[in-house]
Every structure is written in C-alpha cells, then in structure tokens.
C-alpha cells in the first residue's frame, strides 16, 4: 500500500511539472526523493516479505520435524499395540483352547460315565430277567440233584423258559438238542412229565461224556440221549459246512422242538446253517425251532436266511439275554 502511495506522489509530481506547476530542477529531485523512497520502501518492504518467509520456513520446518517425530512416535505405539494385540490373540487362543480340551474332556467322561450307567442299567435289567425266569423255571422242577448253573456258555434262563413253555403247552414227542449241557438237564425234568424224548448231539467226546454223567447224576438218562455226533462235511450248491454227522440222525422223526445251540461259530461261517435244511424234513407239522445267540452276527445272519429260504415258518425275535430267534410251524 505505501509503495502504491509513493507511487501515485511521483505521478503527480510529473503531471505537475509537465504543466508548468513546478520548476525542472525542483521536480527532477522530487521525482529522485520520490523514486529513491519507493525504492527504499519497496526494499523494506521485500526484505519484510522475506524475514517473514525464512521465519514461517523456518515453524514449517520446525512443524516438519515435529510431525516426523510425531509419526515416529505414533508408529512405535502402533508397533506396541500390534506387539500387545498379537500377544493377546495368542493368549486368547491358548486360553480358548485349552477351554475347547476342557470341555472335549469332559464331553467325553460324561459319555463315559453315560455308557457305563447305560450298561450297568442293562445288567440291572438283564439281572432282574435272569433271575425272574429263573424263579419261574426252578418252580417247575423238583431236581435229584444240584441244578448245573445257567450262565456263561450255558443257555440262559430267560432263554430257556419260552421252550420250557413250549414243552408243558404242545407236549411235543420228541426234542432235539444241537448241543448239550445244562439245557439238556432242565428240558428233561420236564420232558419226563410230558413223556417227551431228547435227543441231545454233541460233536465234542468230552463235552458228550460230560453231559452223559450230568444227566445220569439227574437220573435222567431214560429221557435224554446225549448222542456223540462228530462234525462231518456237509455240502449244498457251492457251499460247505462242518456238521454233525447224519448217523445220528437217521432215526428222528416228528421233532417238535428243535434248539440250536451248536455247532461252535469257530467252525466256520453260519455253522449253524445246515440245522434247519437237514431237520426240518424230520419235524411234525407243529414244531417250534429255538436259535440261540442271535445277537451275535454270524447267528443272525443265519436266522434271516432261514427267514427267507423257509416261508412257511413265522419268526419272532425274544431279544434275550444273547438274543433268540423263534421259528414256528403250526398245524391248524
């Protein structure tokens, strides 16, 4: 603004001394003093100009510097919080780690703990039905002799009752027992009330020999014929099976209840097959055929094919203790 009015006063002093107003010499060093002060006052007015440009370069510089230090500082927070955030994520995944192990480990003992009270559940169930069938059997029999147990390898007695049923209600002529032992005793007590006959095959000597004294100890031998029938091969189509001998069988006839419990399943696959192929010819028209251990799959296996290969017989399934299948034949 003061180089402008310096300005302006030299114009006019120009104009004035162009018209006559002032003299040359006069206006010569008006125009000087004029010139000089606008050139001195621009001078100040650029050195002005330039102080406060070097000092605003200089708070720029001082407001750069302090910015970088500011970014310096904020990235090194910025480390320690990813440093600390990373820290607590791995502190957060170990923790929440060992929680889900925790908590797996504890998923699991509860299903242990759910097996075992579901198996003691079912010993408490299978118990009270061994024991109930029992009490129903041993008020059948007036034994001779100390009863042989019904547990282990031995049919069980929730097995046993349903043909001993069978026995009193169709007082069938002649039993037929693919197998012997404790069955053998229990069924003749009271197949010598009806007047029935067992026929008991036994491919092991010992175990026949066994059975034998088991029964003659009953005085029981006038109704139950333990016969020893070694396992001999038996063909039908492409498949072969180890099976009691046929010249323990060329007598039987009219069987009206047949109780597989033999030959032992490590003979061979469906051992127990060939039973009813070979017997069933030999049963009267009412007969009832027991398959024990059909909870085990060799055994069932068997039962559906004997379901499938014999239409005539209605199955039903016992779900006893080891599981037994029942296959009848009616008359009527």
Request: proline content about 5%.
């Amino acid at each position: 603004m003061a180089v402008m009015l310096y300005a302006a006063t030299a114009l006019s002093l120009v104009l004035a001394y162009g018209l006559g107003v002032i003299e040359q010499r006069f206006f010569t060093s008006a125009v000087s003093v004029v010139a000089l002060s606008a050139g001195l006052l621009a001078f100040l007015r650029v050195e002005s100009f330039l102080r406060d440009y070097r000092r605003n370069l200089k708070e720029h510089q001082r407001s750069a510097k302090q910015t970088k230090q500011v970014r310096v500082e904020l990235n090194h927070v910025r480390r320690k919080l990813d440093a600390l955030e990373s820290v607590e994520r791995k502190r957060h995944a170990e923790q929440l780690g060992a929680v889900e192990k925790s908590t797996a480990r504890l998923e699991r003992e509860f299903g242990l703990v759910d097996r075992k009270f579901r198996a003691v559940e079912r010993t408490v169930r299978d118990t009270y039905a061994q024991t109930e069938a029992f009490v129903d059997l041993r008020a059948l029999i007036s034994p001779r002799a100390p009863l042989p147990p019904l547990v282990s390898w031995a049919v069980s007695a929730d097995a046993l009752r349903p043909m001993i049923e069978w026995i009193l209600r169709a007082e069938p002529k002649v039993i037929v027992e693919c197998g012997s032992g404790s069955s053998s005793v229990w069924m003749g007590y009271v197949a010598e009330r009806t007047g029935a006959t067992i026929i008991a095959l036994e491919h092991d000597p010992r175990y026949a020999e066994a059975s034998r004294a088991l029964v003659e100890a009953h005085g029981l031998s006038e109704v139950v014929d333990v016969r020893l029938a070694p396992l001999q091969e038996w063909r039908s189509g492409d498949e072969t099976w180890q099976w009691y001998s046929l010249d323990a069988l060329e007598d039987l006839t009219e069987i009206g209840l047949l109780f597989i419990d033999g030959p032992p399943g490590a003979t061979g696959p469906l051992a127990r097959y060939p039973a009813l192929p070979l017997l069933l010819p030999r049963c009267a028209d009412q007969v009832a055929i027991f398959l024990d251990d059909t909870g085990r799959e060799q055994e069932s296996a068997v039962s559906d094919r004997w379901a499938a290969e014999f239409p005539e017989l209605i199955r039903s399934d016992h779900r006893r203790n080891k599981g037994l299948d029942v296959f009848v034949r009616s008359s009527a």
